[in-house]
């Protein structure tokens, strides 16, 4: 049961607060100029947010890719007043100072739920702390946490990044078997998601468990582009500078995949499969899917950012006193030039 519902606590939408807190000032001063008559603002006009709707804190972390607009998105659209809820939405804009203030300051307000996606896995015990202190569930969404006490969070939603990995890994090796270039040696370059990121962790790990099974695939480089396209060709450009013959290009995400495509085609070399530099991307965007079609992009391993609906179920075990697990994984697969067409007629982002 939600302290909504219960009316343990009183709460107030900001903007009310700031619009009442200047309606009183008014007041004061009209008092004190004319020492006559005036209504009577001095009371408490904030507008108290229904006390039958489920308060949720969100910290997104950022609004770097066409993914992460898209996991708002269905953030923004579950959490509605028509379903029963009232959103406090925070975008920390990549800064994990932001993101604690953001929670800090969801505690403060004594929310029913924090739902937070956080930047990197370090660093969250002291306020994960202060959410439990003050009797407030957290769910994690898309990324997790590193703690030296794993139940200070009630339960996680997303991705197996390090499974998202493997199947990039495993599906380049059957583009080079059909190739026939299973013996040849294959220089690779990484894009890698921000550092320290469960995501960049994850597919990292995962690819390199492939990798590390096929000795003629040699890893000339893996770098942090930010999971940004900017960066993405930035990087590549680089890459591309540094080192000659690049055989194929593993790319974190596909806002970094679009910018690096950008960088080889400036180099007068051909993305493909049957191309200069064979492309393997993450998360499945609907403009890459496309890409994927055209064989530009030779295979997307899917990254799920529909995760509302996902916290909603979670939250209403909750509400309703039941047990939840710890952990739940969105379905993901690998699209390639045979299924791409097909799902990017449902993609919406
Ligand atoms: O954590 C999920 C990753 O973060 C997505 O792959 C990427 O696009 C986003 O920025």
């Known amino acids: 049961m939600s302290r909504a519902k219960t009316g343990k606590r009183r709460f107030f939408g900001r903007g009310a607060f700031a619009a009442g807190l200047l309606a009183g000032g008014l007041a004061f001063v009209l008092a004190g100029c004319w020492g006559g008559y005036v209504e009577d603002l001095s009371e408490d006009t904030r507008t108290p947010v229904d006390e039958n709707r489920i308060v949720v804190g969100v910290s997104q972390l950022g609004s770097e890719s066409v993914w992460r607009t898209a996991n708002t998105a269905s953030i923004q659209e579950t959490f509605t007043r028509e379903n029963g809820y009232f959103l406090i939405f925070e975008n920390a804009r990549q800064k994990q100072e932001n993101q604690i203030r953001a929670l800090r300051s969801f505690i403060s307000q004594r929310v029913d739920y924090i739902v937070f996606s956080p930047l990197t896995e370090e660093g969250w015990d002291t306020v994960l702390q202060e ?33 998202e990995g493997r199947m990039a890994g495993e599906t380049l090796a059957q583009y080079l078997e059909q190739q026939g270039r299973q013996e040849e040696t294959v220089r690779i370059v990484v ?159």
Not at 132 to 161: H, M, Q
Not at 220 to 240: I, P, Y
Not at 265 to 277: A, F, M
Request: one cysteine or more.
């Open 131 to 163: 959410a439990r202190e003050a009797g407030i569930p957290v769910i994690l969404i898309d990324r997790k946490v590193r703690t030296a006490d794993p139940t200070l969070y009630t339960a996680w939603i997303g991705s197996d990044f390090y499974n």
């Open 191 to 349: 894009l890698q998601g921000t550092e320290g990121s469960t995501a960049a962790i994850g597919r990292t790990a995962g690819f390199k468990e492939v990798a590390g099974l096929h000795e003629n695939w040699l890893i000339l480089e893996q770098v942090d582009a930010e999971f940004t396209a900017a960066k993405g060709q930035e990087e590549m450009e680089r890459l591309l500078s540094q080192y000659e013959d690049i055989d194929v290009l593993i790319s974190q995400n596909d806002d970094m995949t679009f910018g690096a495509l950008e960088a080889i085609r400036k180099n007068g070399l051909t993305p493909g499969t049957d191309g200069d530099i064979m492309v393997i991307s993450f998360d499945a965007v609907k403009d890459a899917l496309e890409l994927v079609s055209q064989g530009v992009i030779t295979a997307d391993v899917e990254c799920n950012p529909e995760q509302g609906q996902y916290i909603r179920r979670i939250i209403e075990k909750l509400e309703a006193g039941e047990p939840v697990a710890r952990l739940y994984f969105v379905e993901e697969q690998v699209y390639t030039q045979e299924n791409a067409a097909e799902a990017m007629e449902e993609r919406w982002y």
